[in-house]
């Protein structure tokens, strides 16, 4: 294991520099880059590293800092589980998303009128009004 033990306050800390990084992070917009403000020592970043670009760039993986600090996969997936897997995103996509789509084809079912387009009249020929003289 390299550096501190992992504890939870060591995670809350690691968290807590995630946001940070992310949150006070300086978008240069003419090379279209995200850098980093401050230096962010649990984190492996220095200031002026780049955080985020839109071309050739490997972005920070937070799963990957972990296990740097000697996390068994286990530990990482107990902590922050993959949305796939279970956790707050995997929630929202099972339930809530489905919930939402349930009560839309359920209001389209019972009202058909809603699901009629109203007819706009026909151009003239196609042609703009300025053609029509």
């Known amino acids: 294991m ?6 939870s306050e060591f ?30 020592p649990y984190l492996l970043v220095e200031r002026g590293t780049v955080i985020i670009a839109t071309r050739d760039f490997k972005p920070l993986d937070f799963h990957e800092i972990l296990k740097f600090y000697g996390f068994s996969h286990q530990e990482i997936n107990r902590y922050f589980p993959n949305p796939y897997i279970g956790g707050w995103g995997k929630f929202i996509r099972e339930t809530i998303k489905k919930r939402r789509e349930q009560k839309r084809t359920s209001i389209r079912q019972d009202n058909p009128k809603r699901n009629v387009r109203k007819k706009l009249p026909a151009k003239k020929g196609g042609r703009g ?5």
């Open 2 to 7: 390299k550096g501190p033990h992992p504890s």
């Open 11 to 40: 995670i809350k800390e690691l968290r807590n520099q995630w946001k940070a990084l992310w949150k006070e992070r300086f978008d240069d917009k003419t090379k279209a880059e995200g850098i980093a403000s401050k230096n962010y």
């Open 129 to 133: 009004w300025i053609h029509s003289l």
